[in-house]
């Protein structure tokens, strides 16, 4: 079966680009806000991934550690599904053309624009000793990173819907001022796990950087990892299996769970009538123990293989800096540098 976004002569593939910081686990809001999309489009669309390596030193990191954590997130985006012979996925520090882009735009954004943005503020509260100017630039080196790449869609979640209608206000401005130039990117979120919650406090999202670990699942969680934070999720006394307002813990739950299974809310809410949550809960903690087996598999014998990692990595680099290199030199004669 052919897609309307099967490449033909007249009919180019649409080109995705997305990143995720290396920032240490990867939960499973990533995943199903932004990782499973990425590995579904590949069929269809020019994929370019990234780990956002760059992004992560807006906040101090510890060397050894930050190393560790970059391997180990390639390794476990390749045992996510990443295909090689599809996609390219690569290290955003390795290609150069990010941060230079990233600096020109700095220049064509406002300091009004990027003190609006709500993650700079949230994170200035959290790390209020180093509020780096690189925090408050971060939004400018993202666009550089989707525009490079003349991207048409970038999945993610629902947090980053700001950062990338910054990234469509910089390229306007910048097509505005010369002439087209960059493509200019559509969101693409998921309807279910856009917003994944956390497991503590349903009103919060997950997140890797909550100070309690029982908030949030990690894509490596064990088994009775999986089954001991399920059991403790914080849900409301009414009882039902049911999505409905206010119950906040349990639509979480059921959106985990419609991801992964692929059930509708009305096929849960059927399935599980007359249960209680407890049932519920050890029917998610299953299925996702069964969902993450086989990427956990993939991951232990992949992370041992430092070569291949680097053969995959560096390759990848290059076909990224070819590709980005392009629209680089392209802004960077319009604006008038001597090359
Ligand atoms: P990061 O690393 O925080 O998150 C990676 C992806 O996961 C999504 N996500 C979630 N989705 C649903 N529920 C959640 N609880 C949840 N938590 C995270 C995020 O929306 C994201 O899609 N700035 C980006 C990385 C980045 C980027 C880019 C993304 C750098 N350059 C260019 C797109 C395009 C970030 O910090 O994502």
Redesign the pocket.
């Known amino acids: 079966m052919t897609s309307s976004n099967t490449q033909t002569p007249d009919n180019p593939k649409k080109i995705i680009?997305?990143?995720?910081?290396p920032?240490g686990t990867i939960?499973l809001?990533?995943y199903?806000?932004?990782?499973q999309n990425w590995i579904t489009l590949q069929d269809d669309y020019r994929c370019i991934f990234?780990l956002?390596d760059l992004?992560t030193i807006t906040v101090r990191q510890d060397p050894p550690k930050f190393r560790r954590n970059v391997l180990e997130a390639y390794a476990l985006l390749l045992s996510c599904g990443i295909d090689l012979e599809k996609s390219i996925f690569f290290i955003?520090s390795h290609v150069h053309t990010h941060a230079e882009l990233a600096w020109i735009l700095n220049c064509y954004t406002q300091f009004g624009e990027l003190s609006r943005m709500t993650q700079f503020k949230d994170k200035s509260l959290r790390h209020a000793d180093n509020i780096n100017v690189g925090l408050f630039a971060?939004p400018s080196?993202?666009a550089a990173?989707?525009l490079l790449y003349q991207a048409d869609l970038?999945?993610?979640?629902?947090?980053?819907k700001q950062?990338?209608e910054l990234a469509r206000d910089i390229a306007s401005r910048f097509n505005g001022a010369y002439s087209p130039t960059f493509t200019i990117p559509d969101p693409y979120i998921p309807k279910t796990?856009?917003?994944?919650?956390s497991l503590q406090d349903p009103l919060k999202?997950?997140?890797k950087s909550d100070d309690n670990a029982n908030a949030y699942l990690s894509l490596l969680d064990s088994p009775d990892d999986i089954v001991r934070k399920l059991k403790r999720a914080v849900t409301d006394s009414d009882g039902s299996v049911a999505y409905a307002d206010g119950k906040d813990g349990i639509n979480n739950l059921m959106r985990i769970y419609s991801c992964i299974t692929g059930r509708s809310f009305e096929q849960i809410e059927t399935d599980f009538s007359g249960k209680g949550y407890g049932d519920f809960k050890a029917a998610v903690a299953e299925a996702l123990i069964e969902h993450l087996r086989p990427i956990q598999e993939r991951f232990h014998m992949l992370v041992q293989d430092k070569a291949y990692l680097e053969s995959c990595y560096s390759k990848c680099a290059q076909d990224a800096l070819h590709l980005s290199g392009r629209t680089l030199k392209k802004v960077m004669k319009k604006i008038g540098f001597v090359l």
Do not use: C, E
């Open positions: 680009f997305s990143a995720i910081q920032s939960t809001g990533n199903l806000g932004a990782l990234a956002a992004h955003q971060y080196l993202m990173d989707i970038v999945p993610v979640g629902a947090d980053q950062h990338l796990g856009a917003r994944i919650m999202k997950m997140s």
